[in-house]
């Protein structure tokens, strides 16, 4: 999904986990970032760089040059919330963001010119930017072979804009499923370890004690 970041809508993606990417058309230079709600975290942005204190002072006088108006953004992935930072840094490894300070998820950003040092005031930022997130320290050797796991782990967990759209359909509609379809099926097995049982009943609409038992392989067993 492309799209100019002044032409979100309100609400339109508040809460979503993802992976996005902020750039310009003609230009080659762009930023890649990860949020668990991408509404806010656009906004943010905009807001940030309209006020000129944005904590990214290339992503600043770029749009200060190109424009605000003309910011575009691609969502690059919807994972769950855990794998976001591990998402964001094969994001970054395959396609090496110009725009990105940090080369690493979580750690201090490179000083891409001799003697730039960060102001208190842009580390503040990035702080209240990363609240929230769980930054997994451990495994930061981005090898084709850990990339490559990472891909695996989340084969079949990208939650796509259908999926989506047709949860918020069925919930909006007050619809209880009493009979949970082989694909539901599916679905819920596929979020079992990234989210609760608890969230993907609520998502569901139905009991907890259900996602258990499909999770204990108790019913459902062949799908």
């Given at each position: ?17 993802a ?9 080659s ?10 509404q806010?975290?656009?906004?943010a ?16 006088r ?10 575009k953004?691609?969502i690059l992935?919807?994972c769950?919330?855990e ?8 994001f970054?490894?395959k ?15 490179i ?14 930022n990035?702080?209240?930017?990363k ?10 050797t ?20 259908e ?8 919930k ?20 079992v ?7 993907i ?12 038992q499909?999770k ?8």
């Amino acid at each position: 999904m492309i799209m100019l970041v002044i032409n979100i809508q309100r609400g339109q993606f508040t809460n979503v986990c993802a992976i996005y990417k902020l750039y310009f058309d003609n230009n080659s230079r762009f930023y890649i970032g990860s949020t668990n709600d991408l509404q806010e975290r656009l906004q943010a942005h905009t807001r940030a760089v309209n006020k000129q204190k944005h904590f990214n002072r290339y992503f600043q006088r770029l749009c200060l040059k190109l424009g605000i108006e003309n910011l575009k953004y691609e969502i690059l992935a919807k994972c769950p919330q855990e794998y976001l930072l591990k998402m964001e840094q094969w994001f970054i490894d395959k396609l090496k963001p110009e725009l990105n300070l940090a080369e690493v998820v979580g750690r201090p950003p490179i000083n891409r010119r001799r003697g730039y040092k960060m102001s208190e005031e842009a580390k503040q930022n990035i702080s209240k930017a990363k609240t929230g997130k769980k930054v997994d320290r451990s495994n930061y050797t981005h090898s084709e072979e850990t990339l490559n796991k990472i891909s695996q782990s989340l084969k079949g967990r990208i939650i796509t804009d259908e999926w989506e759209q047709k949860m918020r359909e069925a919930k909006a509609n007050g619809g209880k499923y009493s009979k949970l379809t082989a694909e539901q099926v599916k679905e819920i097995k596929s979020l079992v370890g990234t989210k609760t049982d608890k969230e993907i009943s609520e998502l569901f609409n139905c009991s907890r004690a259900t996602i258990n038992q499909i999770k204990n392989n108790k019913i459902w067993k062949e799908v």
